[in-house]
């Protein structure tokens, strides 16, 4: 697990190539939207901005958020 601190900023490309959430990789941008909603992220801001720090995911406590930092985290290390 990633720890609150850290610095990676997940984009889109992340959110988008997460493997093992479905059927096929990664979410969907009406799946995030809503839950940016239930997590008080601002989905537009995070459309502008072309991602989210992880910290801000890491915030919310959700299981969803970590593994999507913990996939961002790897592959901003090569690791992927």
Do not use: K
């Not at 601190?5 to 997460?18: A, Q, S, Y």
């Not at 801001?45 to 989210?52: E, L, N």
């Amino acid at each position: 697990m990633i720890a609150e601190t850290d610095d990676v900023f997940v984009t889109f490309e992340h959110m988008h190539n997460i493997p093992g959430w479905g059927a096929r990789p990664g979410f969907c941008h009406r799946g995030a939207r809503t839950w940016c909603a239930q997590y008080g992220l601002d989905w537009e801001s995070i459309v502008r901005a072309g991602g989210i720090p992880a910290s801000m995911l890491i915030a919310t406590g959700d299981a969803m958020a970590a593994a999507l930092v913990d996939y961002a985290r790897s592959q901003e290390c090569g690791n992927g």
